[in-house]
């Protein structure tokens, strides 16, 4: 048998995906450069694959050309999935050191950045709420992806996962019944409307947008995990801006500060569950 | 063993694949690699979300080699048998070095075999062999073809002797495996390309 021949995989060499990739940068301004390459280059593969482009050649000249397909590009190659307090011992560890320190603050500002489709923000706000915080905190979730944010905002989600995002909950210290925040219709939940109350979604881009704000905590998971390091550099250097004086960074648990300038900015508050605090 | 002409290539790594009944396997064919090992081993095995570090603890008390669980941006070195962190993906990067990703569930899996194999046949092409144990999915089979077609050396566990036959089966299957052996020709396979590195580097 052959196997040379791959017929429904595109190759392309590294400086192919490069100049590729500049070239989105130079006409839309989304800078996909300081991506890690391997999670890029295979779903730019998967969207051809999908729209039946044969070449990286072809892709480009389809997305200078029609602004539609590159708005679809966009969000497929940017598209991150999450779930609802994903690693529980991470919510527990927010819950027992960082909520008490939070307390002590007459308002809170808290920045989820990357936040995808929002499982993680109403994640929050659901702990916010059981330590009696929630009426005095701001939550800015972001994310570079509209439709994200869209579907974030609109908290509607499959009910196939609630048994799941229920035991996490449970796992993560839940003080009540996950099942008290939503109300199911048909095969959707639908979270409460006033976990809503004091979130603001909004777009942006961190690999290309400022600070907005100044905030207690930051929650960044799984999302430097797509950068480089430079770009992952720059952003905790964002973070770092952003947060105030013993603010709170939280990370994804295979992300780290060791590769950044800013390491010796923060201080451990759980080294496992990778949560920091900024100390100059 | 069904075997094709055994040729004389260097191989730069190992990546294997394996699911269901996959601790046992994994314990008899790593625990007989020596511990100056001369490639990296690369393993996903399918794993639930809780107990993090169980599989790492456990192949540890039985193995000379470092277990270790795959960072990201973590340069991959011989002498490690890096195993993908659940609820992760785990690829390689042209240069050599990990990448961890939160993507969609590829075949049901995250981690997924496919995905490894795929990025890994990318990077080391003709100097990959790829190998796929014990597993009751079909998570696999694609990357074991994306190896095959990069020009690497492919081995399945023989679905008669494994603890579930059907992910090696849907391997063969695909028509790009070069070896199906019983674990302890896997094992034999593997001391070989080690000790074949290890006469080559010897030698120059």
Redesign the interface.
Request: glycine share 4%.
């Given at each position: 048998?052959d196997?040379?021949?791959?017929p429904n995989?595109f190759q392309y060499s590294?400086e192919e995906l490069r100049s590729f990739l500049d070239a989105i940068k130079f006409m839309y301004g989304y800078d996909f450069t300081d991506y890690?390459?391997?999670?890029v280059k295979?779903r730019i593969m998967n969207f051809m694959n999908v729209h039946k482009i044969p070449s990286l050649q072809d892709l480009s000249r389809i997305l200078l050309k029609d602004e539609t397909v590159f708005e679809t590009f966009i969000q497929e190659l940017s598209v991150?999935?999450?779930e609802m307090f994903?690693d529980p011992t991470f919510y527990k560890s927010l819950r027992e050191n960082v909520m008490v320190r939070l307390a002590t603050y007459p308002i809170i500002k808290i920045w989820i950045a990357g936040c995808a489709t929002g499982e993680e923000v109403y994640s929050i706000a659901i702990l916010l709420k059981e330590e009696g915080l929630l009426e005095r905190s701001i939550i800015y979730a972001t994310d570079i992806n509209q439709k994200s944010i869209q579907i974030a905002k609109e908290g509607l989600y499959g009910v196939d996962n609630m048994k799941a995002y229920t035991a996490n909950y449970n796992n993560a210290g839940g003080k009540h019944s996950l099942s008290e925040y939503y109300i199911s219709k048909y095969n959707s939940v639908m979270f409460d409307k006033s976990l809503k109350q004091n979130i603001v979604f909004s777009p942006h881009n961190l690999t290309v947008d400022k600070s907005f704000n100044e905030f207690q905590l930051i929650v960044c998971r799984?999302v430097l995990?797509?950068f480089n390091?430079q770009l992952q550099n720059k952003v905790i250097n964002l973070f770092h801006d952003s947060l105030c004086s013993f603010g709170f960074l939280a990370l994804?648990?295979?992300?780290s500060l060791l590769?950044t300038d800013k390491k010796s900015s923060f201080e451990d508050v759980d080294r496992k569950e990778r949560i920091f605090m900024k100390i100059k | 063993m069904k075997t094709v002409q055994s040729d004389n290539r260097i191989f730069s790594a190992v990546v294997m694949g394996v699911s269901a009944g996959g601790l046992h396997a994994l314990i008899s064919i790593l625990s007989k690699l020596p511990e100056e090992y001369s490639l990296p081993l690369i393993i996903v095995q399918h794993r639930g979300k809780d107990h993090?570090d169980l599989l790492e603890d456990v192949l540890q008390t039985k193995c000379r080699l470092k277990i270790k669980q795959a960072?990201?941006?973590e340069k991959i070195e011989a002498g490690y048998v890096y195993t993908a962190?659940s609820?992760?993906h785990l690829?390689?990067?042209?240069d050599k070095t990990f990448?961890?990703?939160?993507?969609?569930y590829v075949k049901h899996s995250r981690p997924s075999i496919d995905?490894l194999f795929?990025?890994a046949a990318?990077v080391y092409k003709e100097l990959l062999v790829g190998i796929i144990l014990t597993g009751a999915s079909s998570d696999g089979a694609e990357g074991i073809?994306?190896i095959?077609?990069s020009g690497g050396f492919t081995l399945a566990q023989d679905p008669q002797t494994a603890e579930y036959a059907y992910m090696p089966q849907a391997s063969i299957n695909t028509?790009?495996i070069d070896l199906i052996g019983t674990l302890e020709e896997i094992t034999s396979y593997l001391i070989s390309i080690h000790e074949r590195r290890q006469r080559n580097n010897f030698d120059h």
């Open positions: 048998m196997f040379s021949s791959a995989t590294q890690a390459e391997a999670s295979r991150t999935v999450t994903r799984n995990i797509y390091q994804g648990s295979k992300e590769f | 993090k960072d990201e941006k962190p609820n992760y690829l390689i990067e042209q990448s961890l990703t939160s993507d969609i995905l795929t990025t990318e073809l994306e095959k077609r028509g790009a």
